[in-house]
């Protein structure tokens, strides 16, 4: 690492906020389903917070490339996310609940759009080490959820909330560590380019349509995975590792990214991402209890996260401006965000009327379409890098 980069102050960042994800992912159904909701009121209550993502990063995106302060959006935005999440020790009601899950997550998803922008800003030229930074992230996501995983074998669900709460005091505390930095000007690449202009260049639609279908078919994934394992007869002990070999997986994975993408287009390595999703949803949906087969799965979590993600942040950094990083970025949430809560949604109601197995063939077919629609809309002159 080079001296003027503050690779500590942001790993510790991606260390925390990803921990939360590693508190929610896995473990937030399980405590919804502890309380006595069902199949259909999980799916609700999981899907509000991935709904937010739809209005909340486009928002802020906007007001942090308006105003410039990044930094300050993603502090407020942390101590906010704790405070709203904070209600849910006032009641356990459904309607209540829902409210919880709007407010936090409104907070919660304003700060991590803004902060690759800085991360960005931080790495200027040197984006291919952004998955050394990133890396932190999946680190904080294993070491969560295996010890929740183990916690909850221990202890009762009632303390959930409790962890949540302490992880989130831990993403206040490292955004008030890390260090500002504006993104740098690059002559007249795209200034004379409004947003919408830009989102109209050949195959940057096609893209964002694609993360909306691969982070829908991650629905039954994030939203009932635990729950499937846990009546096959696996313990939580045995489900946070499981989790946890998939995001080692995506470690790797992002160790790998720099060399990977100097070596394949970003439309391969998107395409390759979608077609292994395809494989990875059938296996969970159909052999899920052969250990084994967990096994293999969660390694493709290498492909299905990993390098979609890496190669998908990357397009964005390519395809945008500089003054429209923050929305570019946002828009990528909103997207994610928008697919993930029909995924969610649709899981909740079809977990019980149609089975794990059709739940997860859904999800199957909605990567294997991203998969025909990259290939066909995003061709090689066009993999995201400004003409």
Known sequence: MTSTLPYWRLSSFYLFYFALLGATAPFLALYFDHLGFSSARIGELVAIPMLMRCVAPNLWGWLGDHTGRRLTIVRVGAVCTLASFALIFVSKTYAWLALVMALHAFFWHAVLPQF???????????????????????????????????????????????VVVVIMAGIIAASLWVPNAQPAGHGNRLAGDGFLIQLRRPGVLAFYGCVALMQLSHGPYYTFLTLHLEHLGYSRGVIGLLWALGVVAEVLMFLAMSRILMRFSLRRVLLASFLLAGLRWLLLGTFAEFFWVLLLSQVMHAATFGSFHAAAIAFVQRSFGDKQQ??????????????????????????????????????????????????????????????
Request: glycine fraction near 12%; charged fraction near 10%; charge should be neutral.
């Open 326 to 387: 923050g929305q570019g970025q946002a828009l990528y949430a909103a997207l994610a965000g928008t697919g993930g809560a029909l995924g969610a949604l649709y899981s909740g109601y079809s977990w019980n009327l149609l089975g794990p197995t059709l739940t997860f063939g859904i999800a199957s077919a909605a990567a294997l379409a991203a998969a025909v629609i990259i290939g066909l809309r995003l061709h090689e002159q066009n993999q995201g890098t400004v003409p």
């Open 116 to 162: 690759e922008v800085i991360t960005l800003a931080h790495l200027r030229e040197q984006t291919a080490r952004y998955s050394q930074l990133r890396l932190w992230g999946s680190i904080g996501f294993i070491l969560t959820v295996v010890l929740m995983g183990r916690l909850f074998d221990w202890l009762s669900l009632d303390i959930y909330p409790v």
